[in-house]
């Protein structure tokens, strides 16, 4: 069974500084998908980025960037110059040919 | 992506009874899925619904508790039946794209709390 990892349950960063947030997973399949999701406050679960297992190359969204590390199984998300609004749960998912599966989220302050 | 409404948004129930939520995509989408979040927690899958056939339940998970209905694309229901405190929870749904393999979407949640 696939399972998803997230070490920090909680996370705090200055506005306007980066802070990356780790994901770790176990699969047999080679083939697969990635995401983080935000979950604010009014908890909307918000699709962030989106990373497919047989793209070398890290995804991107504006301040959104992965590291994806397939040989290790990592799949952390860097926010760049950190806004207030990026105040939220983080949580990293694993779809691969069964259901989506999720870790367990990491609580991520901005602070002003 | 896709518009995903649901209601009610929240609502405080008794214990005994059972509450039924409504999820309304702005387009057609094959697989829909009920997801549960327990307070302070992360997303579990309730169960999966194609139109058209049996929805298909996790472990743990039962169709006499949680009965699912998907007339057709763009609509699903999931009753919380003979609600218990323990129920109390976030039901969110969502909507696959590409077969459901690719992204899921979701909606804004119900926040149910039993007394």
């Known amino acids: 069974a696939q399972t998803v990892t997230q070490s920090q349950p909680e996370m705090s960063v200055q506005e306007a500084e980066t802070v990356t947030l780790s994901c770790t997973y176990d699969t047999s399949e080679n083939n697969y998908y990635l995401f983080w999701y935000k979950q604010p406050p009014s908890r909307q679960m918000i699709l962030v980025i989106r990373q497919e297992a047989y793209k070398q190359q890290n995804a991107t969204e504006n301040r959104f960037s992965v590291n994806f590390q397939k040989a290790a199984k990592s799949f952390s998300l860097k926010i760049s110059d950190s806004q207030l609004g990026d105040t939220a749960m983080y949580f990293c998912a694993f779809m691969g040919n069964n259901d989506m599966r999720f870790g367990a989220g990491t609580r991520l302050t901005v602070k002003p | 992506s896709a518009v995903i409404s649901q209601k009610p948004s929240r609502d405080i129930c008794q214990r005994g009874t059972s509450l039924t939520i409504q999820c309304q995509v702005d387009?057609?989408?094959?697989?829909m899925f009920w997801y549960r979040q327990q307070p302070g927690q992360s997303l579990t899958l309730i169960a999966t619904?194609?139109?058209?056939?049996?929805?298909?339940?996790e472990s743990g998970f039962v169709i006499d508790k949680f009965p699912i209905s998907r007339p057709n694309l763009t609509f699903s229901t999931l009753t919380v039946s003979n609600m218990s405190p323990e129920d109390s929870s976030i039901y969110l749904c969502?909507?696959?794209?590409?077969?459901?393999?690719?992204?899921?979407?979701f909606g804004p949640g119900t926040r149910l709390l039993v007394l």
């Open positions: 969502s909507v696959g794209t590409s077969g459901g393999r690719e992204t899921q979407y």
């Open positions: 387009s057609q989408v094959t697989m």
């Open positions: 619904a194609n139109q058209g056939s049996e929805a298909t339940y």
